[in-house]
Structure formats: structure tokens, C-alpha cells
Nanobody, 127 residues
Framework: VQLAESGGGLVQAGGSLTLSCAASGHTFYAMCWFRQAPGKEREFVSS????????YYADSVKGRSTISRDNAKNTVYQQMNNLKAENTAVYYCASTAKYYSGTGGYWYSRQETFENWGQGTQVTVSS
């Protein structure tokens, strides 16, 4: 099981960044992004089912972030626009084989749903 994040780095406030996460060695039903800022708990950013069009976002990133996937590459992306200093964090991707139907918006935003986690990629937004 491997999840390899990439795309983090240093960006100026107002800039954009796209993170990638390539999954291998396992099957999954959904993937997600969480982030952890210094001194804070890990928090949900976005998630996406691996079939269909369901995507879920934290209120804090709605309108400024887009999660997408490439099924052929087993890769999930997180495009972030108009970045702010408070977006500075380590961003983690994760995957789960769990399937939730009507309550996906709740379960696919919770850490405990996801079994496999990447090592994280640092995003630093300078003001």
C-alpha cells in the first residue's frame, strides 16, 4: 500500500498550487485530503468517491479548492487557489475501501474512515 503526495512547496499569498497523490498496491473507494497546521489538529479538506461525481469539501475551502481524480493513474489532485497564510500546513492524502451511500458527505470527511495515509507534503504560503 502506497500513497505518494507531491506538489507542495512555497507560494505567495493569492497564488495557486496543485497537489497530487498517486495510490498503488491497493483498491479503494474514495480518497481525500486532510491538512495539519503547526500546533493544530489535522482537519478535513476534501474527498472524492472513485466512481460517480460525488465530492465533498470543508466549508473553509469551498470555492477556492477543487478535488479531482484520474482513474487511469490512480491519482487524486487538489487544486488550491487564492491561497492564504493560514493555509500553511502539511497536506495528507488518504484512501479507504469503505463504501457509504447516502451518508457519504459525513463519513468521507472523517479521519477514522480512511485506512491508508501518505507521508504528507508541506505547503507554505508566505504573506
Amino acid at each position: 500500500v502506497q500513497l505518494a503526495e507531491s506538489g507542495g512547496g512555497l507560494v505567495q499569498a493569492g497564488g495557486s498550487l496543485t497537489l497530487s497523490c498517486a495510490a498503488s498496491g491497493h483498491t479503494f473507494y474514495a480518497m481525500c485530503w486532510f491538512r495539519q497546521a503547526p500546533g493544530k489538529e489535522r482537519e478535513f479538506v476534501s474527498s472524492i468517491r472513485w466512481s460517480g461525481d460525488s465530492r465533498y469539501y470543508a466549508d473553509s475551502v469551498k470555492g477556492r479548492s477543487t478535488i479531482s481524480r484520474d482513474n487511469a493513474k490512480n491519482t487524486v489532485y487538489q487544486q488550491m487557489n487564492n491561497l492564504k497564510a493560514e493555509n500553511t500546513a502539511v497536506y495528507y492524502c488518504a484512501s479507504t475501501a469503505k463504501y457509504y451511500s447516502g451518508t457519504g458527505g459525513y463519513w468521507y470527511s472523517r479521519q477514522e474512515t480512511f485506512e491508508n495515509w501518505g507521508q504528507g507534503t508541506q505547503v507554505t504560503v508566505s504573506s
